[in-house]
């Protein structure tokens, strides 16, 4: 977590640009070594992808265990599968690249130190570099993630270790995930066609048929509600293919609560369907924007509109449900509804 205040407006309008092409960065770069296709696929579907980073099935390199480390790094220590994590930097050092692995794991991404979010903060002689990391939607395990940097000098550093803990979250055939990069109340929401606004006061239903089979779908999380820090720093909205709405559904993200506004927070939101990422009518997917620092409260951010035409499912169990049932309010649901 970034330690100082510093001022982050001028990255609002790179990080849409430059995080925007990481994700959507054709793999058939002309730049990118031959690599074996289902390694790379494999890495990428249970560890992470680096947008336009380069994959190696190497070995992830050793660093240099004398050199400098890397001063100011961050990253949610968290991670659900098919959502975002960031690493972000803060730093006197200039880099050149960055190398990125799993622990124990063959293959590596390599980023250019330039096509990161990079600028100079308030304070001399600093610089921000933030890395989006894309977990696959097969990420389900606790990993450790290797980051090496090299310097404008060619200077190799330490290899610095983070531990990524898988986040437990219920999966449905239509998934949209909110990551955030710190500690705040920052929260999803989803609006469907039938106008079912799904958030932390409106979770979700379950539904029962006359054979007693039960189906759920809504939110599964609601992270560092009203500042109760969790540090999870995710939420998830699932639904079943089921019970699934055709027509336009509308995604927002609100700052709830500012809990920490001395820093700055990047978010991202990832909607998939069928493990696919869907092609929005407007917005973009996958989203992605910055809190500045002091942001204030109850922004509810219109993030994308997609549509869903079709269902591939030809079993309606919403249709045979006798009985509906919602969802129960979270004690810090009932909290937050009080503070409004």
Not at 107 to 124: I, L, P, Y
Not at 202 to 217: A, H, L, T
């Amino acid at each position: 977590m970034f330690k100082k205040k510093f001022k982050y407006y001028s990255l609002v309008v790179s990080m849409f640009l430059v995080i925007t092409t990481f994700i959507s960065c054709s793999d058939d770069s002309n730049e990118e070594p031959q690599v074996t296709m289902d390694l790379k696929k494999e890495f990428s579907d249970n560890f992470f992808s680096v947008g336009n980073g380069l994959f190696s099935e190497e070995k992830m390199p050793s660093g240099n265990p004398n050199g400098e480390p890397i001063y100011g790094l961050d990253l949610n220590d968290k991670a659900l599968s098919g959502g975002m994590n960031f690493i972000t930097i803060q730093t006197p050092q200039n880099f050149d690249k960055f190398m990125i692995g799993v622990k124990g794991e063959k293959g590596f991404w390599t980023v250019d130190a330039n096509s990161s979010v990079k600028s100079s903060s308030s304070r001399a002689g600093l610089s921000t570099y933030v890395i989006p990391l894309n977990f696959g939607i097969g990420y389900n395990t606790t990993i450790i993630i290797i980051i090496i940097a090299i310097d404008n000098d060619g200077n190799v550093t330490q290899p610095t270790e983070e531990e990524i803990g898988f986040v437990e979250s219920k999966s449905g055939d239509l998934n949209v995930n909110l990551t955030f990069s710190n500690a705040k109340d920052v929260d999803l929401h989803l609006y469907t066609p039938s106008g079912n606004h799904i958030y932390y006061a409106n979770r979700g239903y379950v539904i029962y048929d006359d054979k007693g089979n039960y189906m759920e779908n809504g939110l599964d999380h609601d992270s560092n509600a009203g500042c109760s820090i969790d540090n999870l720093n995710n939420e998830n909205i699932f639904i079943p293919e089921e019970l699934i709405e055709t027509g336009e559904y509308t995604v927002k993200v609100n700052m709830f609560s500012n809990c920490d506004p001395t820093v700055a927070t990047y978010w991202s939101i990832i909607a998939r369907y069928n493990g696919e990422i869907i092609q929005p009518l407007n917005g973009s997917n996958p989203a992605v924007g910055v809190y500045d620092v002091n942001a204030g409260n109850g922004d509810f951010t219109e993030v994308m509109k997609f549509t869903i035409s079709e269902v591939s499912s030809s079993t309606n169990r919403k249709s045979r449900a006798i009985m509906y049932e919602a969802l129960p309010l979270t004690e810090s649901a009932r909290k937050k509804l009080s503070s409004n």
